[in-house]
């Protein structure tokens, strides 16, 4: 399903645990990492379409999340040639996605990488909010910046408080709120995680037996 200028309607989902950072994919057989996203079907709504990628892709219900927020419109990218599938060339152009901010509130265990039979992802791990760009596929790296930095004002804030070192001191009785750090040039790709070696997965990573079918791809 495509609009009028050849992009399909899609999800993207930004999933947050109780220490604000995001969950971070790994695609099937791949060291591409993303965040959950999907297309709309027909008759869909972006937020059924959204509750339906939950499930297929990292395994989650309704009741294992809160709904924070979503982009307010829509944001697009456009797919490079050599992505496109032969007989698409020509009609299709890329995606233009509705992006949600998700709160988990169940637990780790609760994910499951595995609830259908095609999926997406074969390792998982959480990140600090402000995902390293570099390994993002280039094309959407515009798009993860845009939907980073619009949800960014909404993400819950925390109890904890940050040590900030002022006049070359440390204080203990001065402590600031800790909060998201305003987008800076270079401060995405500041290369919090690294591209694994190999088969490796960063420190921290979840990783499912790889299954014997794959995933489609988005």
Known sequence: ??????????????????????????????H????????????????????????????????HVRLVARTRDWLRYEVPDRYIRRDARGHYR????????LQLTGHDWDLNLRATDHPEFDAWRWNDYWVPLDVVVEFKRGVYEMALTELARFVPRQDQRTRYLRSGMRTREHREPASIPPVLPGLLRSG?????PGLELPPGASFDPDPQTGGHEH
């Open 32 to 63: 591409s990492w993303q965040f959950p996203q999907g297309g709309i079907d027909r008759g869909e709504t972006p937020e059924q379409a959204m509750f339906r990628e939950l499930h297929e892709e990292v395994g989650l219900q309704p009741q």
């Open 94 to 101: 890329g995606q233009k996605q509705i992006w949600f901010l």
């Open 192 to 196: 919090i995680l690294q591209r694994p």
């Open 1 to 30: 399903m495509l609009d009028r200028d050849g992009f399909r309607p899609n999800v993207g989902i930004i999933l947050l645990n109780h220490k604000n950072q995001v969950f971070w994919g790994k695609r099937i057989r791949t």
